[in-house]
């Protein structure tokens, strides 16, 4: 879907015989599972269209992701599907697409502040209401609680975001919570959160996973 709504904006879409390229871009891990559904979807589609679709992972590394638009924009992309890795870090490269006529959609990390085309995920702020509300109505949690909330990228877009929503709830019942750095590493991710739960485990009451690898 992604792709097909690229190819709709691409200025060259009058020419529907002519292979194009596009350029995925992803902030994530290769080795973090959900990204390799979005992977596979791009993949997939490359094959049914017969369009060249150059992917890359950047393991929250923003100089290396920013640097990944750029080399599509200098190859003359058709179109490129990126993630934002952190808030405001590809506004700059976003309006450099722009003025290279390059359609740029946004997926899965939405970023308000760049000049995307299109933003093509959900919405992160709510999803992160929505799982401390469910704590809260649940009786989970309450006034004075302590909720961990492991992260593999602190201060990535993701996270950031659903820690907003999580805020807009626990803040005004004095909820309090810590977000951990848990890695982009698997091995680590377990590590990291074992010895956590073996320090902290005592005055924990919920725990919020804000990524894929912390959580699964």
Do not use: C
């Not at 529907?16 to 080795?31: D, L, M, N, V």
């Not at 590394?61 to 992309?77: F, K, L, M, N, P």
């Not at 006034?143 to 996270?159: I, L, R």
């Amino acid at each position: 879907m992604l792709l097909s709504a690229l190819l709709a904006l691409s200025p060259l879409v009058a020419d529907q015989a002519e292979a194009k390229t596009f350029y995925w871009i992803s902030h994530g891990s290769p080795a973090d599972p959900v990204w390799t559904y979005f992977l596979a979807g791009a993949q997939q589609w490359s094959q049914d269209t017969g369009h060249e679709v150059n992917t890359s992972f950047h393991n929250g590394d923003v100089a290396s992701h920013q640097e990944a638009v750029r080399a599509a924009i200098a190859a003359g992309a058709d179109g490129i599907v990126s993630s934002s890795p952190d808030p405001g870090s590809l506004v700059q490269v976003a309006k450099e697409a722009n003025e290279a006529n390059i359609p740029i959609i946004n997926m899965n990390t939405p970023d308000p502040t760049a000049s995307f085309d299109a933003y093509v995920g959900g919405d992160l702020v709510t999803t992160g209401r929505q799982w401390a509300q469910y704590l809260v109505d649940k009786g989970h949690v309450k006034s004075g609680d302590f909720v961990w909330m492991p992260v593999e990228v602190p201060g990535a877009t993701y996270g950031v975001q659903e820690e907003q929503g999580v805020a807009s709830v626990f803040e005004p019942l004095g909820i309090t919570w810590e977000v951990t750095d848990a890695t982009l590493d698997q091995a680590e991710v377990i590590s990291r959160m074992v010895d956590y739960m073996t320090a902290n485990g005592d005055n924990i009451d919920a725990i919020i996973g804000l990524g894929d690898l912390v959580t699964g």
